[in-house]
Structures are given as structure tokens and as C-alpha cells.
């Protein structure tokens, strides 16, 4: 849907640096900041956009650009991967220095200026803070970007060969164990949140396996997301698969212990569990613990 022909994006190389308007050099909470920046901006519930036809725009854009771009850095082993990728490239840039013609003049003065990265930073920094402004002109500043990239990898690089890109920045500091009393509300991810919106339209007409594919989908961009979690385990529930369901749920509830959906969900499989004596479903925890007794910590003989 979306052609890119300028800088690195011509050597059948996906730029995802430019599409996010980051720098080569990014580290990764800088990434991610900006990332949630340009989400907030294009997610529909979220755009400033009143026109119709750019409310439509910043959806694609978003969920065919911006967010399979960042998903390339949101794993340590993805972005290992995209550096080694990166490296080859350079090779091959350096390889064609002499064939390759810059259309912008910033591209140019990086190419060629005595203080490249000032000039990089700064073309960058001017560049990125229209990107995503006015919808029409999206994809030429990325273009652009991209442009710039090629030339900051060209002085980079060596004219020799050598190592052009920095190591794969180290993942996120682990943070320390979170008190489970604390965990009240998770901070919405407008990406999870609006994925979370189409499973509960699909559960709605019974598209439970497309439900579940769309919640497993965005629990890859948020891991630890209960309300995701509790609406994959109704999905299990509604197939029949009470085990699966339960796993989902406690995993719900262990996020934030006042989730709704995985309130709701635990109820439904209490009452769908039956007791020892009639084999029928009680509504009720009683001493055999129902679907939930020892699970979920109930009553225990």
C-alpha cells in the first residue's frame, strides 16, 4: 500500500528507523518514546484529524507502518537481528558510494559536510517533527529521512569497510518486583486497547478463533496486559477449553486483581463447573473448590 524510493528503502531494505523518524544511533527507550508519541497521534481514538479520509489514512499508516516498524525493536533478538541486517547493508552502500546520487539537500551536506552528525541530528530532529503532522506529506519526509540514513551509514562507514552501526543497545533495565497490592491499573498501550476493541466485536458474533488470533496478536506488543489476557480466556471459554480459559484468567488476575472482564470470565466458569455429587454445574465454591477451588486459592478440605 505504501512505496518508499528514496535512501536505503532502494536497497529492498525496509527502513524502520525513517518510517519511525528515529536515528541509526537510537537506543531503545528513546525508540519507544517516540513510538507511543506518533501512536497517540494516529490511533483513531486518539487523532486530531476531523477529516474522514485522514482518520482512515492515520489508521493504515499506524497499523501498517509505524507499528511493525517499532515491533522490529521491541524484542532484543529482533533488534540483533535488524543490526546484523544493517551492517551487511553498509557494506553494500560503501560498495556503491560512487553510483549513489542524493536528492535533497540535506542528504547532500551530511554526505559531504565537515560536522556530519551535527548536521544529521539536526536535519533528523526537523524532519521527524512534521512526519506525521500533515498525513499528505508523511511519506515523502520519510523518504527523506531515509535519504538522510543512507548518507549518515555512508560516513559511518570506512572507506575501507569496517563496522558501521553500534551494537545492539542492551534491553530495557529489569525493574524490581512490582507490590501486588500496587497493581490498581496498567497503563493503557492504544495498541492492545484498540485490539482488545475488535476481539470483543469479534466474541460478539461468535468469531472466536479470529478473536483469539487478534488477542495473541497483541499480547506479542504487551505481554502484561489483563484485560487482553481475560478476554482470550472468555474466547477459550466459549470453545470449551476450561483449562485454557483458567490459565488465562489467573494470569488476569495476577495483573490487576480487579479486572472486570476477568472477574466476569471467573464467574462464568465457576458456574460452568460441576459438582462432585450431581456432575452439574453449581454457580457455587463449594468445598471441591468448583473450576476454580485450589486454582485460585478457594476452600481446601
Known sequence: MFTFTQGLFKFDFTDHHAILGISLDAKFPEIRKRYMRVARRLHPDTCPFENKTDQELANQLLSKLVSPAYNKFSKESDRAEL?????????????????????????????????????????????????????????????????????????????????????????????????????????????????????????????????????????????????CHALLGLCYLQQNQGTMAKIQVKKALSLNSQEPKALEVKKLLEKAAPSKKTGKGTGKNDKGGGLFGGFFGGNKK
Not at 533528523?124 to 551509514?153: C, H, V
Not at 524490581?176 to 458474533?205: G, Y
Open 83 to 227: 543490526f546484523v541486517i544493517l551492517k551487511k547493508l553498509s557494506n553494500t552502500v560503501t560498495q556503491q558510494r560512487s553510483q549513489i546520487q542524493f536528492t535533497t539537500e540535506t542528504a547532500k551536506q551530511v554526505a559531504k559536510g565537515g560536522n556530519y552528525q551535527e548536521i544529521y541530528k539536526a536535519a533528523l530532529q526537523e524532519l521527524s517533527d512534521r512526519q506525521y503532522e500533515s498525513l499528505d506529506k508523511t511519506l515523502e519526509i520519510t523518504g527523506e529521512i531515509s535519504e538522510l540514513n543512507l548518507a549518515y551509514l555512508l560516513r559511518k562507514q570506512p572507506q575501507g569497510g569496517g563496522t558501521v552501526v553500534p551494537p545492539p543497545p542492551p534491553p530495557p533495565p529489569v525493574q524490581p518486583p512490582v507490590d501486588q497490592d500496587s497493581r490498581v491499573k496498567p497503563k493503557e498501550n492504544p495498541l492492545v486497547e484498540q485490539a482488545c476493541s475488535r476481539a470483543e466485536t469479534l466474541i460478539s458474533n461468535k468469531s472466536y478463533a479470529k478473536a483469539i488470533l487478534e488477542l495473541k496478536g497483541a499480547l506479542k506488543t504487551d505481554p502484561d496486559h489483563s484485560r
